[in-house]
């Protein structure tokens, strides 16, 4: 099992194993509209491809370390996190993160202190060199987050990505190294 048994503790957050009840809220979070925008995954995802993500990506893949994002006093899920496309020789991951409970998506509470104890799980705990972020123009909130965490504007991939409505944005990419924490 790649998923690594442990509980990351914030000021209003815990990140915890994803588990298999947390599914349905977090494939319905997903699936809305106004989110699924903002992911590299355009289609609905259905009941078999949440569970094929849980089962070959989440829990076996060594590249992946997943979390759910709880409320730390209430316990309730919030959203997910994690660190993508892991690079053991390179020590770099992609940083990912969304909040759908209360159509939150990114707010000025829970993501900063989720992305922050996902950076220290990177850097300290996997010891990574780089974490990056490719998002979409069109998601201002990740831009006004990635920023707030230390992240760096890295680059611009003009007109890269194919919006819903026939229309184009660019991909923005972001990187922090271990030595700018």
């Not at 993508?84 to 209360?102: K, V």
Request: net charge negative; aromatic share 12%.
């Amino acid at each position: 099992m790649s998923q690594p048994n442990l509980n990351l503790s914030g000021q209003y957050v815990t990140l915890r194993n994803i588990e298999p009840d947390d599914l349905e809220p977090l494939r319905n979070w997903r699936n809305r509209s106004p989110y699924r925008q903002f992911f590299r995954e355009y289609r609905d995802i259905t009941p078999a491809m949440q569970q094929s993500w849980y089962d070959n990506t989440v829990l076996t893949d060594e590249r992946v370390h997943m979390f759910a994002i709880t409320d730390k006093v209430s316990g309730r899920l919030l959203g997910a996190c994690g660190l993508c496309y892991i690079d053991p020789r390179n020590r770099s991951a992609d940083f990912s993160i969304y909040l759908g409970a209360d159509d939150l998506y990114i707010d000025k509470k829970y993501a900063p202190d989720t992305g922050r104890l996902l950076l220290h799980y990177g850097f300290e705990t996997l010891h990574l060199h780089r974490i990056w972020a490719e998002i979409y123009a069109i998601d201002t909130a990740k831009q006004q987050l990635l920023p707030a965490l230390g992240f760096t504007l890295d680059g611009r991939h003009r007109e890269a990505h194919r919006l819903d409505d026939g229309n184009w944005t660019d991909c923005l990419f972001y990187g922090m190294l271990a030595s700018e924490v």
